[in-house]
């Protein structure tokens, strides 16, 4: 079992930055691959960046490329998303997830455990 607790969020004007924070807690850290979802109002939950074992490959969804990064410390059992010149339409309700396996992918149901979540409001 994993336990995953995200923290960060918040209210930012758009062009500013965040960094959400997920610890883990549980089986040890590194043998999971780490993801970060996200769920606005109305819409699906959606992929926004994954990260392999070793934080060697990284994965991001076309709409944050180039402004968001994923990457993790295995000692601290954390994974981290720093955000940077968001944009109102990132607003959304943000899952960091995780599963078992080397291979980092793109849909929620290969994930198997699944933090609370930490609101990020982008205002315009």
């Known amino acids: 079992q994993v336990q995953l607790v995200e923290s960060g969020g918040g209210l930012v004007q758009a062009g500013g930055s965040l960094r959400l924070s997920c610890a883990a807690s549980?089986?040890?850290?590194?043998?999971?691959?780490m993801g970060w979802f996200r769920q606005a109002p109305g819409k699906e939950r959606e992929f926004v960046a994954a990260i392999a074992l070793s934080g060697g490959r990284t994965v991001y969804a076309d709409s944050v490329k180039g402004r968001f990064t994923i990457s993790r410390d295995n000692a601290k059992n954390t994974v981290y998303l720093q955000m940077n010149s968001l944009k109102p339409e990132d607003t959304a309700v943000y899952y960091c997830?995780?599963?078992?396996?080397?291979?980092?992918?793109?849909?929620?149901?290969?994930?198997?455990?699944w933090g609370q979540g930490t609101q990020v409001t982008v205002s315009s």
């Open positions: 549980g089986r040890p850290f590194r043998t999971y691959t």
């Open positions: 997830a995780a599963r078992t396996t080397a291979i980092a992918t793109l849909r929620p149901s290969d994930y198997a455990y």
